[in-house]
């Protein structure tokens, strides 16, 4: 497994909780030179050390522009997008509170809507399909929440509802459907299946109400085909790539396959996967190896949604996250430990080709490929 990073204190919470939300945000000064082939073509990536969320404006050939920064009040984590791709969601790990902030099209400057409560060290977040509610999953409380949202983007005070599940809830991926919703445990070896109303934002347990993987798997990630045919997870112990079958008529997962996210011969003690991302037309599918520095790249049968592994490419160090454009041209890799991000072009065939590395700055956690409308 990989050794635990050197980050502050969660004994700092409770002094955070009483200031973060009277802490100012103002912006730096964003650019004012833009390149109008690339306008609402934005890269955020969180700098968790720093507590700032870094701006880049994403060219036609994939290169970034850095255009500015924003402050936050407590070290910002992962990244969500609302549905109309004007709102950015933020998961402020050292105060377990989640932020939102409007997305100015044509600059990327992030203005502050508001600071909710949500819990300890929130690991993911996402909208449903409509736009109303936010889900959330937390590592440390061991809980998902439900947040309804308002029409101009902001959180909702109060959670709609809170459902304890299991130990380390880390990953969320919901049904095209908008009925059924996953969350993946990497401390209990689960994945929780739930059934979601989307008229009231109410998640009730599926039947089962979860799906056991191999102990020591520990599923991080997961992500669904945008057919809904079949599901990708990220085994964060177990250094691989995990695929699932999704009943179409119950909405349950029943595994396929399983493919290491490592070269043949390599140990995996000194490595721990993160980030799973599928390209929007669900013909490939990416882990990121954190330890071995590097990402596994895999193509998908669309018939029958097995995946086969086509290369494993190295990255920057420590790559918690990446993000691939909308377009699904290009991935970019945060590098944890180098601060840097790593641009990779996509080939039709899946495979990664390097372009350009980028400094972002120190503890580069989530990085996260928008387009905002004009």
Not at 190 to 212: C, H, M, W
Not at 245 to 263: D, F, I
């Amino acid at each position: 497994m990989m050794p635990l990073e050197a980050l502050p204190s969660h004994s700092r919470r409770s002094v955070l909780l009483c200031g973060v939300i009277v802490m100012s945000l103002v912006s730096v000064p964003f650019g004012k030179a833009f390149s109008q082939d690339a306008v609402g073509h934005w890269l955020y990536v969180t700098l968790l050390r720093e507590k700032k969320i870094v701006c880049f404006q994403r060219m036609q050939d994939g290169s970034l522009q850095r255009r500015g920064e924003t402050p936050c009040a407590a070290e910002p984590a992962c990244l969500g997008m609302a549905r109309d791709r004007r709102t950015l969601y933020v998961a402020y790990r050292s105060s377990g509170q989640i932020a939102a902030f409007r997305i100015h099209a044509t600059t990327g400057e992030l203005t502050l809507l508001n600071v909710v409560a949500g819990g300890d060290d929130p690991a993911y977040l996402l909208p449903d399909r409509t736009g109303h509610y936010l889900l959330s999953a937390y590592y440390e409380s061991n809980k998902v929440a439900v947040h309804p949202l308002t029409s101009a983007g902001a959180v909702g005070e109060q959670p709609l509802l809170t459902i304890p599940t299991a130990e380390k809830a880390h990953g969320i991926a919901i049904h095209p459907n908008n009925q059924w919703v996953f969350v993946s445990h990497t401390g209990s070896d689960r994945i929780y299946q739930f059934r979601l109303d989307e008229k009231t934002g109410k998640l009730t347990p599926n039947q089962p109400a979860f799906v056991s993987t191999p102990t020591g798997e520990h599923p991080r990630h997961i992500m669904l085909h945008p057919t809904g045919r079949w599901a990708y997870v990220s085994n964060e112990a177990s250094d691989s790539l995990g695929v699932f079958e999704v009943n179409q008529a119950t909405g349950a997962l029943r595994r396929k396959q399983t493919l290491s996210s490592l070269p043949p011969g390599v140990d995996g003690q000194a490595n721990a996967t993160a980030r799973c991302e599928l390209t929007p037309d669900g013909r490939c599918v990416y882990i990121a190896n954190r330890g071995h520095d590097s990402i596994a790249c895999y193509g998908i049968d669309q018939d029958t949604g097995r995946a086969t592994l086509l290369e494993i490419v190295p990255t920057e160090k420590t790559p918690r996250s990446f993000s691939i454009d909308p377009a699904g041209k290009f991935l970019y890799a945060a590098g944890q430990g180098s601060g840097k991000v790593a641009v990779f072009g996509i080939a039709k065939s899946g495979r990664l080709r390097r372009q350009a590395t980028t400094e972002a700055g120190p503890v580069a956690w989530w990085a996260l490929a928008v387009d905002v409308p004009q």
